[in-house]
């Protein structure tokens, strides 16, 4: 990592510069955030900067192959499918959790996801450091040569293209409930498109509108499946036919959700990659289930991951096809902080812009407990949600 920058920054560190960046982002995003904010970002050195970027687009490049696409028609279940896929994915998230291999500190996949994650908030989220922290102008959450100016241009052309903003929405169910409305609230501010239930969108005249008959021409869809299937939504006139045939066109097809997620970790034979294996093709049960993960393919947001499963656990599975048995990757105590040090896991963000990926930000998460969700990290302090700068 960068020793001399965190050591400054733990010195530099108050309460008080940490409550006025929490001031700054719950004013700047106009809404409360509803997860925690961790007090640093993480410094992330050129050396691991580079690793990372290796990995990112070695998997990038293994799961939008020809040859593992061929794989991925159960990826998409039939009652899930939605007409009109594109071509290509829109958004790419890789998670890599820091782990450590002798001396070296090494990334490692942990999930990946084709749907969009923060990319209006983590913009927000540089310009609340900057303003709080004293972050030097020669470190950077972007890549691509991207800046803060640049960033925003390219998420325009990728979510907006040639587009009249206000005929272009973000599409989330509830989205005044949802954990990342504050996303939500800084991307309509960055880019001038609204935010809409899929209730609010109806067909009118061989078109869709929402509001005062306002056309749709593009969906920036944040709609994921496994949310509709809890609340039993089904939303036909949006996700059961193809939207081309009235005038508009997803922002990341939602059956990219499905085709590269979880459902990619067994085929991927890359030393970034930890050993996966769905459980209806194990060859046989690891006597080392205490060191394995069991994941469940369709869920989100770390539902129903169980660590060391038993083997009376796997045998019960009604549908272990529908799982993923993936060898459990030790993450690496790497952020000095004011007490214990803590653990991060970094989420490399792409964009398709003009038919090719563009690695562009990242996230970063932070934990002092065996996981990274909130119920391992309760009543501890420097851990949650932030950024990696790197020089």
Not at 251 to 276: C, D, M, Q
Request: hydrophobic content about 40%.
């Amino acid at each position: 990592m960068l020793p001399d920058l965190r050591r400054a920054y733990n010195e530099a560190f108050t309460e008080e510069r940490y409550l006025g960046l929490l001031r700054d982002l719950e004013a700047e995003c106009g809404c409360p955030i509803a997860f925690r904010i961790a007090e640093t970002p993480l410094f992330l050195s050129a050396e691991i900067t580079r690793e990372l970027q290796k990995a990112a687009w070695e998997i990038l490049e293994a799961v939008t192959s020809e040859d593992y696409l061929r794989h991925t028609g159960r990826a998409v279940p039939a009652g899930l499918a939605v007409p009109g896929e594109d071509a290509q994915p829109v958004f790419l998230q890789i998670d890599f959790a820091l782990a450590r291999e002798g001396e070296e500190i090494v990334p490692r996949l942990i999930e990946l996801q084709a749907f969009p994650s923060l990319y209006g908030f983590q913009w927000q989220l540089d310009q609340a450091f900057r303003k709080n922290f004293d972050i030097p102008a020669n470190v950077s959450p972007y890549f691509s040569d991207l800046d803060e100016t640049t960033y925003v241009d390219c998420l325009r052309k990728v979510i907006v293209g040639d587009c009249d903003p206000a005929q272009v929405i973000l599409l989330e169910v509830d989205p005044e409930h949802q954990k990342t409305r504050c996303d939500f609230t800084v991307t309509e501010q960055l880019l001038g498109i609204a935010t809409v239930d899929p209730r609010d969108v109806r067909e009118q005249d061989g078109r869709l509108v929402h509001g005062k008959d306002i056309p749709v021409r593009r969906i920036y869809n944040r709609v994921i499946f496994d949310e509709l299937q809890r609340k039993g939504l089904t939303f036909d006139h949006l996700f059961r036919r193809d939207i081309r045939d009235l005038g508009a066109e997803w922002v990341g097809h939602p059956n990219w959700y499905l085709r590269i997620s979880k459902f990619s970790l067994p085929f991927l034979h890359t030393p970034y990659a930890p050993e996966a294996h769905f459980v209806s093709e194990l060859p046989e049960v690891p006597p080392d289930l205490e060191n394995w993960v069991l994941k469940p393919l369709f869920s989100f947001a770390g539902l129903g991951v169980e660590l060391g499963p038993s083997p009376e656990r796997l045998r019960e599975l009604e549908n272990p096809e529908d799982w993923l048995l993936q060898r459990k990757i030790e993450y690496a105590p790497v952020v000095e902080t004011l007490d214990v040090p803590a653990k991060a896991e970094v989420r490399m963000m792409f964009v398709w812009k003009e038919g090719r990926p563009r690695l562009v930000n990242n996230l970063v998460r932070m934990s002092k407990g065996k996981m990274m969700g909130v119920d391992f990290n309760k009543n501890k302090t420097w851990v949650g949600g932030t950024l990696g700068y790197h020089p």
